[in-house]
């Protein structure tokens, strides 16, 4: 049977192609012609290798920095460049530059990912799956690092880290997941319950990136021209078709072609079979959000569509793979306070903490200048930050000081004008939200939207993990995530992992 060669196969093959007719010689990093390339500099046969092989050492000091720390959560994803388009007029809504005119196309960068992996991760596992787009705009970089689940397992900073812990390596065996940990903290925060539905449904393991719906997932603001505010809510629908793929095929997957995801979206695009996701918001004025029945700020919790339809915005298009993974898609640096006139963010506890998250994050993995990176670099950059490592552009001898009197930049009155003033009173303190409703929208979840046979496989799916954890947690995670949704589910769980037990037919 003969093998098929898909375009990410062929890349060498097509370089050469295209390349034929080149003459190149090897150089250093530093351009110097090299005479030999496959053989060290020694003294004889047998000699020891002189120091003075400049090529050798260029070689190994450069390979022995190749690496750069990855990515602390996302470390497994892939990425592709395209564009933003607007079809509908939401200029009644914001100010910002990308939405000013139907047709205006703004490029973009995009990046999808696992969470709880590590870089060299199989793409086909049970998570949530990044869904990252950084706009080049004429206002700067504007980016929504958003996932492919409209809420998250928490909704306070606080808990995050720990969070993010029980889905990691387990410290002293170095295995994962941990089921211990994953179902202990869980069940111990039932606000997990919307998150844990949504991951052990089918849309926990994608077909493909191409297949997926994205979200912002928080709720931010947006200013118009007249400085009129709204909260928003950004959706983003593949017009793929949404696919996933059900647990056992995926574990065959997983073994077979760990990059399955990467594959794909490599060879959708080299083959000209551009994926695309259309723009949607959802829009609530501060005075529905004074009123609504649920926290409009909390990201446990989606805005209803019958409370706040879709209205839409645009589509983005991805057309280009990156010409170097490392350079173009690693280097990316996405981060939630890039943000453009005419947008601006809410009080959701966990979207303010990211403010802080990702430059920490992107100074440490990329070096103080990552915004100087071409693909992290806007188009104009003006201010007094000058130096450090890997400085490459120093802004043309402008003064690195304000206020001056010698020509420096000054402020942006549309900027200023575009600033929300939110009137702001209440006691600093401490207040735990985790009990704040956590079964509603996962009830509505679990009996409205699935049907018979995705509600089992949710039950299957959910089991195949439970059954590896200890039986108090087992019995505490059915009774703080699944009985308090829906009891019919809490006594599946019961059965299928307790069957010698009589205690679940006593409800
Ligand atoms: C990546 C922190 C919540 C989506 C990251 C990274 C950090 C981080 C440190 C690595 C960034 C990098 O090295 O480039 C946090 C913190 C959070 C939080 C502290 C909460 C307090 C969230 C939420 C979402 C999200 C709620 C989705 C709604 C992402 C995505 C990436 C990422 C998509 C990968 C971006 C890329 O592809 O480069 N996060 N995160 N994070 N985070 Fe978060």
Redesign the pocket.
């Known amino acids: 049977q003969k093998f098929v060669r898909d375009p990410a196969a062929k890349q060498l093959q097509e370089y050469a192609a295209k390349h034929e007719d080149d003459e190149k010689s090897i150089t250093t990093n530093f351009g110097n012609p090299i005479g030999y390339k496959d053989a060290s500099l020694t003294v004889g046969y047998h000699g020891p290798t002189l120091l003075q092989d400049v090529m050798l050492l260029d070689e190994l000091s450069h390979f022995t920095k190749e690496r750069n720390p ?5 470390a497994k ?1 892939s ?1 592709a460049f395209g564009y933003f388009e607007v079809t509908h007029d939401i200029t009644k809504y914001t100010a910002a530059k990308p939405f000013m005119e139907i047709g205006k196309k703004t490029p973009i960068a995009m ?3 696992t ?1 709880a992996g590590e870089r060299g991760y199989p793409d086909t596992v049970r998570d ?1 799956r ?3 787009i950084k706009f080049y705009t004429e206002d700067g970089i504007w980016d929504i ?3 492919n ?1 409209p809420v ?1 397992f928490v909704k306070d ?1 606080a808990v ?2 720990s969070f ?1 812990h029980v889905m990691k390596r387990n410290p002293v065996t170095n295995l994962r997941p941990d089921y211990d940990m994953f179902w202990d903290f869980c069940s111990l925060r039932p606000e997990t319950t919307h998150q844990t539905f949504i991951t052990f449904s089918d849309r926990g393991i994608p077909r493909s990136y191409r297949h997926m719906h994205g ?4 709720t931010y603001g947006f200013v118009n021209g007249d400085g009129k505010f709204h909260w928003v809510k950004y959706h983003f629908r593949t017009n793929q078709g949404i696919k996933n793929i059900l647990s056992q095929e995926a574990q065959q997957i997983a073994g077979e072609d760990p990059d399955y995801h990467t594959r794909d979206l490599y060879n959708a695009i080299a083959k000209g079979d551009f994926p695309s996701w259309d723009f949607y918001i959802q829009v609530m004025t501060p005075e529905q959000a004074a009123k609504s029945a649920y926290d409009p700020f909390d ?1 446990s919790k989606v805005w209803l569509f019958a409370d706040y339809p879709l209205i839409p915005v645009g589509r983005i298009v991805l057309n280009k793979n990156s010409s170097n993974y490392y350079a173009e898609i690693e280097q ?5 306070a890039h943000l453009i006139p005419g947008i601006d963010i809410s009080p959701d506890r ?2 303010q ?2 403010m ?3 430059r ?3 100074q440490y ?2 070096g103080p200048n990552y915004s100087q990176l071409s693909v992290n670099m806007a188009y104009e950059v003006h201010n007094f930050n000058r130096d450090g490592y890997g400085t490459i552009y120093s802004q043309g001898g402008a003064p690195n000081y304000h206020p001056n009197s010698f020509e420096g930049p000054e402020n942006d009155k549309r900027a200023l004008a575009l600033t929300p003033v939110i009137p702001l009173q209440g006691e600093a303190k401490r207040i735990d939200s985790g009990n704040d409703d956590n079964y509603t929208q996962a009830r509505l979840l679990y009996q409205r939207v699935l049907n018979d046979e995705e509600r089992e496989r949710l039950a299957e799916n959910l089991v195949d993990w439970l059954k590896r954890t200890a039986s108090p947690i087992q019995k505490r995670a059915i009774e703080t995530m699944f009985d308090p949704v829906d009891k019919t589910l809490g006594d599946k769980l019961r059965r299928a992992l307790f069957p010698n037990e009589e205690f679940h037919i006593e409800y």
């Open positions: 990855e990515r602390v959560v996302h994803g990425g990046r999808f990912s969470v949530v990044g869904f990252a690092v958003g996932n689940t998250f900073a995050f880290a993010i979200y912002g997932s928080h990201l990316l640096a996405m981060d939630v966990m979207l903490a990211r802080f998250a990702y920490d994050t992107h993995r990329l």
